[in-house]
């Protein structure tokens, strides 16, 4: 199954919500897998994975967020961010780094190495589940992903999201039916 990348989108913050992160976080988790999605990687499964192991005292969706909050920072030195889990989350925002400081920019470990300039990504070897990374300014973006519109999520990990999400609905009762929520007997808007 096949879904806009606005929908991921939305699933994909709702689901952070319901995993217990702030708005904002749950914004910058958002996009990050909306943007992972536009490059064709399944950004889905990469989010659920996060949402669904985090054991870390600092999240990744943290270390994220701080990468691109100091990208002025890469100017001066390399970020050194540890151990993170699911690093193809932290690609979104070196490509907003790359995007504020106009120039590309890499994220490295030990198995693999991404460059991005905002827009477009390439990879070379496989991020493992977890890995210490290095985050640099520069690099070449050799063999960019093609970019892609729509979203094809693992199954699972699209249901993981939507039961995340689902911790955000507020309850039917019949009070608030009553007082007017919901279609009643009638649906005929």
């Known amino acids: 199954m096949s879904f806009a990348l606005n929908e991921v989108e939305a699933t994909a913050k709702r689901a952070t919500r319901g995993a217990g992160y702030p708005w904002g976080l749950a914004e910058e988790a958002s996009k990050a897998t909306r943007w992972l999605c536009a490059q064709g990687l399944d950004g889905v499964s990469v989010l659920a994975a996060v949402l ?30 540890g151990e993170i889990a699911e690093p193809l989350m932290i690609l979104p925002f070196a490509a907003m780094a790359a995007r504020q400081l106009e120039q590309t920019v890499t994220v490295a470990c030990a198995k693999a190495k991404a460059v991005t300039d905002g827009s477009l990504v390439s990879i070379s070897g496989e991020f493992p589940k977890d890995a210490k990374l290095i985050v640099q300014l520069g690099g070449r973006l050799d063999a960019a992903r093609t970019k892609v519109t729509r979203a094809t999520p693992d199954k699972a990990a699209w249901e993981a999201l939507n039961a995340l999400a689902h911790r955000t609905y507020a309850p039917a009762t019949e009070e608030s039916r009553r007082l007017g929520a919901g279609a009643g007997l009638s649906d005929n808007d």
């Open 52 to 81: 669904q192991g985090e054991t870390k005292p600092v999240s990744t969706i943290s270390q994220g967020a701080a990468l691109s909050d100091r990208a002025a920072g890469l100017k001066q030195a390399d970020a050194s961010l």
